[in-house]
């Protein structure tokens, strides 16, 4: 998928997740899982939490045309992440090898360093 951040295009691979796989995401998973792509209906409410995810991530959140409107580097097991706006997607990215180029254009490398030593 293309992603569209100050400018610049972004291509990664994301799982479209179902409705069902929406309330579990990276809970219980590995680092070294694929990134997820959640798809919000207007009703649906864009709050995420890490509880049970035991590595850092990266959550994009993005309007209907995968324009960035915001990102967060969320620590495991915190309890709320929410948008100042109301977003059409999301994009969770795992902080692990596969994924540090993508994580460097949003996040500080010494940043990056600092949570990624897992």
């Not at 799982?15 to 309330?23: A, M, R």
Request: hydrophobic share 45%; no cysteine.
């Amino acid at each position: 998928m293309k992603i569209h951040f100050n400018k610049k295009t972004i291509i990664l691979k994301a799982k479209k997740l179902s409705f069902w796989g929406k309330f579990s995401g990276l809970m219980f998973k590995s680092r070294n899982t694929s990134n997820l792509l959640f798809n919000f209906s207007a009703w649906e409410a864009s709050t995420i939490h890490s509880f049970f995810v035991f590595f850092p991530f990266l959550a994009i959140w993005m309007d209907e045309k995968n324009n960035v409107l915001e990102w967060s580097l969320v620590k495991p097991f915190t309890l709320a992440v929410t948008p100042k706006t109301k977003p059409s997607q999301l994009i969770e990215i795992p902080l692990n090898k596969n994924n540090k180029k993508i994580i460097e254009i949003f996040v500080d490398k010494k940043e990056t360093f600092k949570y990624n030593r897992g």
